[in-house]
């Protein structure tokens, strides 16, 4: 039996409206409006339709191929990126290579070097902190490699940017906890190299300093996203002399070690520790109690920034350069008010 293959047309009539259309959707050009553009890829899931990248690819120079280059050690987070950015390279018949690579490798611009001869990529969506590699950049630039940059810390025009106002929504959790009677909070700080890092530890100290509490550096402790680092700074704030009555970490993946650590120690929880995370990783809804946390909306950020590459790909430059995108806090059951 033949299988009858999905076209162009099958997509138009289904999301009723010209051939036309549904090709600047598929070509991510900005002029199709938002309602339309939401139809039309709708129709495009619904008939599983996949344009057809290699004929275009005899047709052009192009490869239609992207890539992703992170170094994150956080696997919830590389995977809201993937999810963010495989739907618009399918709507738009882009392929994505998702490729890893250690920011503080001696032989990075090397390794990235030989790789993009034989990957033959159009363009690269850069996650932190691979975003603020000068070497790296500089490179991208000098060989007019098309490139995008998620939550930079350097946010000049060398390229289109998207981020997220993670030092608000810090300084919004830390407020949160203050508002419960919590006034020793100890924070996990995330990967030093990383925008959001930063961003956040600012964070919680505008919240504290706002709120005339005085940051106490011992109650700050060095992560780096992953889980293992979670655990390692959860014991060291739990032996304080006097630990916290809640602890803030960077990151969901880090705080999902914090409530190890402290059921581990017999601490009850939220009534004895108090704990909040960032992302809002599917693991925060997995954790028991739930964990109270920053929804960071990682998959938009992807998603725009994978927007952005490929209009740069096929020529449709923007004079926006940057978007920012808001997170909010989901209060859940980890965090409740301090005892008496």
């Known amino acids: 039996m033949q299988i009858k293959k999905t076209t162009l047309y099958d997509v138009a009539r289904e999301a009723k409206v010209s051939p036309k259309t549904v090709s600047r959707v598929i070509n991510s050009e900005s002029t199709v409006r938002k309602k339309t553009r939401e139809t039309v890829l709708a129709a495009i899931e619904s008939l599983n339709y996949r344009p057809n990248s290699f004929a275009r690819n005899l047709r052009s120079s192009r490869s239609y191929v992207i890539a992703l280059l992170y170094d994150n050690r956080s696997p919830p987070y590389i995977l809201e990126l993937q999810m963010g950015i495989l739907p618009v390279c399918e709507a738009a018949g882009f392929n994505i290579i998702i490729q890893p690579y250690a920011f503080d490798s001696e032989t990075l611009i090397e390794d990235i070097g030989k790789w993009l001869e034989r990957s033959r990529v ?33 946010k000049s025009d060398i390229s289109p940017f998207v981020y ?136 938009e950020l992807a998603a725009r920034s994978t927007e952005l590459l490929i209009n740069n790909i096929l020529g449709k430059k923007t004079d926006k350069l940057e978007s920012e995108f808001l997170c909010k806090l989901i209060i859940r059951e980890s965090t409740s008010d301090k005892q008496k």
């Open 122 to 154: 159009d363009g690269l969506v850069l996650a932190p902190p691979l975003t603020d590699h000068q070497g790296l950049l500089d490179v991208l630039k000098e060989n007019k490699i098309e490139f995008v940059r998620i939550s930079p810390i350097d």
């Open 164 to 299: 997220g106002n993670d030092r608000f929504a810090a300084r919004e959790m830390t407020n949160h906890l203050i508002s419960l009677g919590h006034e020793s909070i100890g924070f996990i700080k995330g990967h030093p190299d990383h925008n959001g890092a930063i961003e956040r530890l600012k964070g919680y100290e505008d919240a504290l300093v706002a709120a005339n509490i005085p940051i106490r550096k011992t109650l700050i402790k060095q992560g780096d996203f992953s889980f293992e680092s979670g655990e390692i700074c959860a014991r060291s704030l739990l032996r304080e002399a006097t630990p916290p009555s809640a602890i803030f970490a960077s990151n969901d993946n880090m705080a999902s070690a914090v409530m190890k650590v402290a059921r581990q120690i017999g601490l009850e929880l939220p009534s004895e520790l108090s704990i909040a995370g960032f992302d809002n990783s599917r693991i925060s809804q997995q954790l028991w109690p739930t964990l109270t946390t920053v929804e960071q909306p990682l998959r």
